[in-house]
Nanobody, 127 residues
Framework: QLQLVESGGGLVRAGDSLSLSCVASRDTFRTFNMGWFRQAPGREREFVAAITWRSSPTNYADSVKGRFTISRDNAKNTVYLQMNSLEPEDTAMYYC????????????????????WGQGTQVTVAS
């Protein structure tokens, strides 16, 4: 079992930046590919970004490409999501997730592929 705890969400204005963190409970974190997803009220959970256990390759949803950056520090059991140039459309609950079954070089984009999830951190972007 792997527990994940997100932090760093908040209320910001359009154009601002936020940095999210997700800390894992066990060192086995370093063997998992990791992903960030988000879910807005009334909408399905959607893929945001993913990173392999080696930190490369990474993968991004088209809607965040060029604005968001995913990274990880395996020594700290932590994955990050740096979000720049935030837009009101980025408002959602953000979740990190661990994919224990993916090949080392494959980042998956569907929620069903991820076995472990955090409780989420809310990001609200005011216009």
């Amino acid at each position: 079992q792997l527990q994940l705890v997100e932090s760093g969400g908040g209320l910001v204005r359009a154009g601002d930046s936020l940095s999210l963190s997700c800390v894992a409970s066990r060192d086995t974190f370093r063997t998992f590919n990791m992903g960030w997803f988000r879910q807005a009220p009334g909408r399905e959970r959607e893929f945001v970004a993913a990173i392999t256990w080696r930190s490369s390759p990474t993968n991004y949803a088209d809607s965040v490409k060029g604005r968001f950056t995913i990274s990880r520090d395996n020594a700290k059991n932590t994955v990050y999501l740096q979000m720049n140039s935030l837009e009101p459309e980025d408002t959602a609950m953000y979740y990190c997730a661990a994919d224990r079954s993916a090949p080392p070089t494959l980042t998956r984009t569907i929620p069903e592929a991820y076995a472990y999830w955090g409780q989420g951190t809310q990001v609200t972007v005011a216009s």
